[in-house]
């Protein structure tokens, strides 16, 4: 009989042990922390008791309390917050915003020449869907063996507020050092953003640089002042 009692006392102190874990809040204060236990006082308008698990006793102003939630509906939201993201939430994305690509350039037509290139960009993203700035670059075109460095202003007109997103862009400028001449490249793209502020890009354009260069090309016929360097530009980029 004591065995049966005692499996009985077992039994309802487990159960009601589960049934003041299942009836645990968590409460949110303003500051930013969080706390854990069960609501044993409610003054409405006025004031919460709170007592945690080690049996501590807290009572909070209701001016302090930025919300209260159960443990499953806290599980809920970081699941919904994941789905969400994960089904391509929205960002708001403004303020300053700064780019580094690198990649290279495939040459056609009779002057076209392969090349290596960098730049950076900074400038500001007015809404989540138009950007302009302004940029530097590093072009070095093997055949030419020629180093032009392009100043440009950058604009990208993005298609979606989203964290995945197509955009076009356009480059225009004026290459200076070694090389000289107009520069310009118009390109498509797609961005990925991991956050509002930081993501990649991909993006493929058509590379025009006008040339004139202060020593004459030693693999180029025919050459004459800005003579226009035509290429297919494909860039990987950094967005923060």
Known sequence: MKKIVFI????????????????????????????KGIIIEEIPNTSIKVKTSNGSILVYSIHEIEKIISPEDEIFQKKFRFKQYNNNPTYDKTGY???IDFGGVIGIGNRGDGAIAVSTTHGYQFNPYFFFGAGIGIE??????????????????????KNISPFLGLKA??????????????????????????????????????????????????????????GISIKLGFEF
């Open 140 to 161: 070095y075109h093997m055949n030419w063996e020629t180093f032009f460095i392009p100043v440009f202003a950058d604009i990208k007109t993005y298609f979606l507020n």
């Open 97 to 99: 915003k700064g780019f």
């Open 8 to 35: 009985i006392c077992m039994v309802l102190c487990n159960t009601l042990l589960a049934f003041a874990q299942n009836n645990q809040e968590i409460v949110y204060l303003k500051n930013g922390n969080k706390v």
């Open 173 to 230: 400028g004026y290459s200076v050092y070694d090389g000289k001449g107009c520069y310009i490249n118009p390109h498509i793209g797609v961005t990925l953003s991991s956050s509002p502020r930081f993501g990649m890009n991909l993006t493929i354009g058509y590379n025009m640089q006008k040339a004139k260069i202060n020593d004459r090309p030693k693999n180029i016929k025919n050459y004459k002042d800005n003579m226009a360097i035509n």
